[in-house]
């Protein structure tokens, strides 16, 4: 059987939640001394462990199959995302999220997209920056950066950044200020758009099927409580993204029942109360670890 061979980032925030990702889809790795290559001892598939710059090109020329990076990178390298393009996104995996934003001094006279014509901007990413600037009607000068994008204005290296921002501190710690969301990005799963083995193709649909349910489980709830007979109709709909919930009969009562129900959205505080005032009881909310639709 040909084995499905999939590029992963050797170290990292998108390292630790691809393999973890893999591990709760049940795949088990015998860690060996070969740090670049691993072989599940349960499933045909290999891990390359690669930077994550390279994981696009491994995938694009056939050296791997599939590949965990994150959005940002794959746009990078690969802009176009059409009927040419040789890589397309199999699925997003909803981790290592992150913000690509383009931010200015905060005493910069920079207000709409006309001013940022003639300027010069630093970025680790000049290609998305720029098509998407481009996109604005917007010519400016790349300045590419491989780190420390931060710094450059402050340096007299650039006018403005296009940066990875989460939190914001950092800009803030450097007097800068967002300006605009480039892309939103996350981990995603790529593979080539030639056709694979067909030995490949089916490993490859377990893997996605188990990953969709992990995906799906780290949102979805299983909520159990007791409400009163008259009042399922106010308590269902109050549930939050759930399907038809199981009502069972409590022993010895004919007011009370018992419900039972998978809710796919977070299920907040507020909620809980919600519920509470509608005459629920006994609510509890449990975590759910596998999914499979």
């Known amino acids: 059987m040909t084995r499905l061979r999939i590029a992963v980032q050797s170290k990292g925030r998108l390292a630790d939640g691809g393999l973890d990702l893999l591990a709760r889809c049940g795949l088990r790795f015998s860690y060996g001394r070969n740090k670049l290559h691993q072989s599940a001892q349960n499933m045909p598939v290999d891990l390359m462990l690669v930077r994550d710059d390279d994981i696009p090109s491994f995938v694009a020329s056939g050296a791997c199959d599939y590949g965990i990076v994150g959005e940002n990178v794959l746009r990078e ?26 931010a200015a001094p905060v005493d910069s006279a920079v207000d709409n997209w006309a001013d940022l014509n003639g300027l010069r901007i630093a970025t680790s990413y000049p290609s998305i920056t720029d098509n998407f600037l481009r996109s604005k009607g917007v010519q400016a000068q790349m300045v590419e950066m491989s780190g420390s994008v ?41 593979r080539r758009t030639q056709s694979v083995s067909s030995d490949v193709e089916a490993t490859a649909e377990i893997l996605m099927r188990r990953a969709a349910g992990v995906i799906a489980s780290g949102q979805t709830k299983y909520i159990m409580l007791n409400a009163p007979a008259d009042r399922i109709d106010e308590i269902t709909a109050l549930l939050p993204g759930s399907d038809a919930p199981t009502i069972a009969q409590i022993a010895g009562r004919d007011d009370v029942v018992a419900l039972h129900a998978v809710c796919r959205e977070r299920v907040f505080w507020e909620t809980l109360e919600a519920l509470k005032a509608q005459g629920a009881r006994a609510i509890l909310v449990l975590p759910i670890e596998k999914m499979l639709s």
């Open 77 to 102: 390298k690969y802009p176009a995302q059409d009927a040419d393009s040789p890589l397309e996104i199999a699925m997003n995996l909803g981790f290592a999220g992150c913000t690509l934003k383009l």
């Open 150 to 190: 931060e710094v450059a204005p402050r340096l007299g290296i650039s006018d403005l950044i296009c940066d990875l921002v989460s939190s914001g501190a950092t800009l803030e710690a450097n007097g800068l200020k967002p300006f605009a969301t480039v892309l939103e990005s996350e981990a995603v799963l790529i």
